[in-house]
């Protein structure tokens, strides 16, 4: 993931003045890394709270740390990003949705249980503003 910010750096800086919102679809794709095992690897300083372990049955932890290295990175050079939250990890899927079809790895239907959907966009939420404080994650645009 961080080779992909670096390597979008100069596409980013050359837009930086035309609009200051930088939209970043796949918010939550697999890709992101978003929902992990709790395999005795979770790393506290780079990850966002525990989740409810009872996902799909499975010890799971989030981790915010691929979406850190993106917002981080926008913020830096004065941009706004938006927060879309059009996919769902494959771990939230309801049975049936496409999964795999896009690049993204994300999957485009509706969640199995929507308060896990709920619970992860909340800590999402908490985590953001506890990192960039209530004042700036007031600013950005989020979707759904």
């Not at 961080?2 to 800086?13: G, Y």
């Not at 003045?17 to 697999?30: A, S």
């Not at 496409?98 to 985590?127: E, K, M, Q």
Request: charged residues 20%; negative net charge.
């Amino acid at each position: 993931m961080e080779n992909a910010v670096q390597s979008a750096r100069p596409l980013i800086a050359c837009v930086r003045g035309m609009n200051p919102v930088m939209r970043w679809r796949c918010r939550l794709d697999n890709d992101m890394n978003i929902i992990l095992p709790n395999d005795g690897t979770f790393d506290a300083t780079s990850a966002g709270p525990p989740a409810t372990p009872d996902i799909k049955g499975k010890g799971t932890h989030y981790s915010f740390r691929n979406a850190d290295l993106v917002y981080d990175y926008l913020l830096s050079i004065d941009m706004k990003p938006v927060v879309a939250l059009s996919w769902l990890p494959s771990q939230l899927a309801a049975p049936g949705n496409d999964c795999g079809t896009w690049h993204y790895r994300g999957c485009s239907g509706p969640p199995a249980n929507i308060t896990d959907f709920g619970a992860l966009v909340g800590a999402l939420a908490a985590h953001f503003v506890e990192r960039h404080g209530v004042e700036e994650v007031r600013q950005w645009p989020w979707e759904l």
